[in-house]
């Protein structure tokens, strides 16, 4: 397995937010982990990319505990991408992707040539080449969304984690987005997102791990694990699922 969780327990301070989450998964999935707010996905997050220590329990990539990989060794295996993204400065969009690709490079120095080359690949891979010149300031919502997937994919990282990456977008960039992260799991990446639309799990995962105060509390293929007895018991709403269609009944 490329990414196994074990056990892991994590708190802040006193208050424990993760209660021993257990889950493995491998190249060329896309895992979607859903779960009210509060239950402690991006916190799993923050440990899995090494910004947070748990206080029991261990992360392996590929075998090996992430306490024994560098900052930059890590940043190789998994690419992170946040919910949103606010760009201080109005580099090119060409500028921004390249960013990525700092792991590689020695303090201090600047992207070569090779560097640039990747990103237009990258841009163009996406659909996006058009945009290379363009502020980041500049572009829409779901372009500035697919800007960061650039960004992350020129890391060569083959494990991608996503902290709700389509809250902020209109319905159709959520889908564009949600079929662009298909491709690339079906293209060999480990993509991971949190989400709040079982929905979209319905339609482009191929596992759901669901979390409930701290604690995996389902895992499986999305036309199993999501029931009306689990949205229930994440979200205090009643549905019933037909044809693939979450119904549910509101009062």
């Given at each position: 397995?490329?990414?196994?969780?074990?056990?892991?327990?994590?708190?802040?301070?006193?208050?424990p937010v993760l209660k021993g989450v257990s889950f493995s998964a491998d190249y060329g999935e896309l895992i979607y982990i859903l779960g009210p707010n509060g239950v402690g996905k991006s916190t799993l997050f923050r440990c899995i990319l090494g910004q947070l220590k748990s206080s029991r329990g261990n992360i392996l990539i590929s075998g090996k505990s992430i306490s024994d990989y560098s900052i930059a060794e890590l940043a190789k295996e998994v690419a992170y991408i946040p919910q949103s993204y606010k760009p201080t400065f109005n580099y090119s969009v060409l500028q921004t992707v390249t960013m990525g690709r700092t792991v590689y490079m020695p303090l201090f120095a600047s992207p070569s040539d090779s560097d640039y080359e990747?990103?237009?690949?990258?841009?163009?891979?996406?659909?996006?080449?058009?945009?290379?010149?363009?502020?980041?300031?500049?572009?829409s919502g779901g372009e500035r969304q697919l800007v960061l997937i650039a960004r992350a994919l020129v890391q060569d990282a083959k494990i991608l984690i996503m902290d709700e990456p389509t809250s902020n977008l209109d319905y159709g960039n959520q889908l564009r987005?949600?079929?662009?992260?298909r491709h690339l799991s079906e293209e060999g990446m480990l993509v991971i997102q949190s989400s709040h639309n079982p929905q979209?799990?319905?339609q482009f995962a191929d596992r759901v791990i669901a979390m409930?105060?701290?604690?995996?509390?389902?895992?499986?293929?999305?036309?199993?694990?999501?029931?009306?007895?689990?949205?229930?018991?994440?979200?205090?709403?009643?549905?019933?699922?037909?044809?693939?269609?979450?119904?549910?009944?509101?009062?």
């Open positions: 397995m490329s990414l196994s969780i074990e056990n892991l327990y994590f708190s802040y301070n006193s208050a990747k990103s237009r690949e990258v841009l163009e891979k996406l659909g996006i080449s058009d945009l290379a010149e363009r502020g980041v300031t500049e572009i987005i949600q079929n662009k992260m979209n799990a319905l409930y105060d701290g604690m995996n509390v389902a895992s499986g293929k999305p036309g199993e694990v999501i029931n009306p007895n689990l949205m229930e018991q994440l979200y205090s709403l009643k549905v019933e699922v037909r044809d693939g269609q979450l119904i549910p009944f509101l009062t």
